[in-house]
């Protein structure tokens, strides 16, 4: 099981941090202290217990300690004063506090999906959109994202042209490093649309790419840097764009239904 939390995840079948989606480089130590405190997120870790889990009862000094504390909350992004997520209790010990959902691991779910047999694309051009990336950092811009890929689905499937997967079933390749040709297969669609989202004060920049997910090749891509009120043009922008990518397949699909 790999742990998730914020906008992070934990994978334990390939000892990797990542923070929306990108990996972040963490010490062997830092990565399984940072397990240890995550598993036992229900109680108080003591001192003693990580030297007896972590150091395996060699002497540990206080600053060393420390350091390593201080390097679990870096690596995460918290830090001594927020203690956003690893809190300190003076005299008694440490305790994770973020709130953390268990998820089967990457490697878990490829093994699955290697089993089951690729979807059939359907008889028109078939499209999925994925969440995209927040690469700010914080929680707001998390759902922001969400609700920008939501938008664009909401869009493109008033095209009765176009076949468009449901939020619900593209939404599960958040913070997962799947190929594209992978989700492809798994979802039974010709082609992926994903991107990014970066604010920044008023400002807000959005990167979007569609991909042919049988090639695996690039049909179009665009940054957008505007505005933040500006942003629902940035969606429509993104929607007749995309459309206007697949034109091609979808007149192909009016004359076979002719």
């Not at 998820?103 to 699955?112: D, G, I, K, N």
């Not at 690729?118 to 998390?142: E, H, Q, R, W, Y």
């Not at 994903?194 to 090639?215: F, M, N, P, W």
Request: hydrophobic residues 40%; aromatic residues 6%.
């Amino acid at each position: 099981m790999d742990f998730h939390f914020e906008n992070q995840q934990l994978d334990l079948s390939r000892r990797e941090l990542r923070r929306a989606g990108r990996r972040v480089p963490v010490e062997p130590q830092v990565f399984d202290l940072l397990v240890y405190m995550i598993e036992n997120r229900d109680r108080v870790v003591t001192k003693d217990d990580l030297i007896q889990s972590i150091w395996k009862g060699r002497i540990v000094s206080e600053s060393a300690l420390a350091t390593r504390i201080n390097a679990v909350r870096k690596a995460v992004g918290d830090s001594g004063d927020s203690q956003r997520l690893i809190r300190t209790l003076p005299r008694k010990g440490f305790r994770f506090v973020g709130e953390v959902t268990c998820q089967p691991s990457a490697l878990a779910s490829a093994s699955v999906v290697a089993a089951a047999p690729a979807l059939t694309l359907p008889d028109k051009p078939s499209i999925a959109v994925l969440s995209f990336t927040n690469m700010t950092g914080d929680a707001d811009s998390d759902y922001f994202g969400d609700g920008l890929a939501e938008d664009v689905i909401t869009s493109l499937s008033r095209n009765p042209f176009l076949f468009v997967i449901a939020r619900n079933s593209s939404f599960t390749y958040k913070g997962r490093a799947i190929a594209v040709k992978q989700i492809g297969r798994e979802l039974g669609v010709g082609y992926v649309l994903e991107g990014s989202v970066r604010r920044s004060g008023s400002r807000v920049r959005v990167t979007a790419q569609l991909i042919d997910a049988t090639a695996g090749g690039h049909v179009w891509a665009e940054r957008y840097d505007r505005e933040l009120t500006d942003i629902f043009a940035v969606q429509d922008e993104i929607t007749e764009t995309v459309a206007m990518a697949i034109a091609p397949a979808m007149m192909g699909t009016r004359k076979r239904q002719k």
